[in-house]
């Protein structure tokens, strides 16, 4: 079983819509989890770290579910600047990061 | 404008040649990483240097020989790539190796092994 596995898509979606997608990893050690996007024939970048509690940021929403491993990124009201490959990164300790192959979404006008 | 900065950003190298890979972070960074990334495939850590010692090795193959002369210079050196070996390689650097901090990419370099 891989690490971190994503759902690679690629969602397409119209402008405006809400899109979620998951993340899931296979070591209940975990400690760290984060969002991090790719744009095409770019270098990743951090969106978002992922609290216990969730998070948001802006139209983007980030929960954790350690009973089920698995963490969750929604982007509501979808702009065109949207359309990236989004990484799942999950750390298990200082030095050990697993990414994820990358949910790839496309948002059309 | 990124902090982290990496050369070449293209090399095409045939299985017999060396080369060297570098990367340079202006951010005052203590830590610094070396990632591949295949087509479709997750990022692989490669190495991990923290303070410019080496606390990671991925199981790399000593093809690959990594190199940290300072905490904001690291290289990469290449002899003897196989052809499965053509990715993109990105370095990364983060204030600490600690596993909240944030890390930051450069450009990489896209790798074709002839």
């Known amino acids: 079983r891989k690490e971190v596995e994503q759902d690679p898509g690629p969602f397409n979606v119209p402008e405006g819509a809400t899109v979620a997608f998951n993340c899931t990893y296979s070591?209940?050690?975990?400690?760290?989890f984060f969002w991090y996007r790719q744009d095409c024939r770019k270098e990743p970048k951090l969106l978002m770290s992922?609290?216990?509690s969730g998070n948001e940021d802006g139209r983007f929403t980030a929960q954790l579910n350690r009973a089920s491993q698995y963490i969750s990124l929604l982007i509501r009201d979808s702009k065109l600047s949207d359309s990236a490959t989004y990484l799942c990164?999950?750390?298990?300790?200082?030095?050990?990061?697993?990414f994820g192959a990358g949910t790839t979404v496309t948002v059309r006008a | 404008e990124t902090g982290v900065t990496q050369t070449p950003r293209h090399l095409v190298m045939g299985m017999t040649n060396k080369k060297s890979l570098k990367c340079e972070q202006h951010?005052?960074?203590?830590?610094m990483y070396w990632y591949k990334q295949s087509a479709k495939k997750p990022l692989e850590l490669m190495f991990v240097?923290?303070?410019?010692?080496?606390?990671e090795n991925n199981s790399v193959p000593s093809r690959f020989s990594p190199e940290c002369p300072n905490s904001s210079h690291l290289f990469l050196h290449l002899h003897t790539l196989q052809p499965e070996d053509s990715a993109l390689y990105l370095c990364?650097?983060?204030?600490?190796?600690?596993?909240?901090?944030?890390?930051?990419f450069g450009p990489g370099t896209r790798l074709t092994v002839l």
């Open positions: 990364a650097s983060s204030q600490l190796t600690g596993r909240t901090d944030t890390q930051y």
């Open positions: 070591n209940s050690a975990s400690q760290s």
């Open positions: 992922v609290y216990s």
């Open positions: 990164v999950v750390t298990l300790n200082d030095y050990k990061l697993s």
């Open positions: 951010l005052g960074h203590n830590a």
């Open positions: 240097y923290n303070f410019k010692e080496q606390t």
